[in-house]
C-alpha cells in the first residue's frame, strides 16, 4: 500500500469516517493475525497503522486550521 496523502478538500468529518474504516478494517486483520502468523496480514497492519497516524495527523491540522485560520509562513 503506497502512502497517500489527504487532499486539501477534505472534510474533517470525511477524514474520521476514513479512520473509523481503517480502524474496523485492522480490527479483522488483527484476529486474522491471531489465528497464526501470516506475514501479508501482518504487512498489511503495518501499512493501516501509517495510514491511520497521517490521517490523525490530517485530522489535528484541519480542525486547528479551523479553529485559528491558515498558517501564515
Known amino acids: 500500500m503506497a502512502t497517500k496523502h489527504v487532499s486539501p478538500s477534505v472534510t474533517p468529518n470525511q477524514i474520521h469516517l476514513e479512520i473509523e474504516r481503517l480502524s474496523e478494517e485492522r480490527q479483522v486483520l488483527w484476529h486474522r493475525l491471531s489465528q497464526g502468523l501470516d506475514p ?27 479553529r485559528f485560520g491558515e498558517r501564515e509562513e
Not at 490521517?55 to 480542525?63: D, G, S, T, V
Open 40 to 66: 501479508t496480514v501482518k504487512d498489511e497492519i503495518k501499512d493501516l497503522d501509517a495510514r491511520l497516524q497521517e490521517l490523525w495527523q490530517a485530522l489535528r491540522m484541519e480542525k486547528a486550521r479551523l
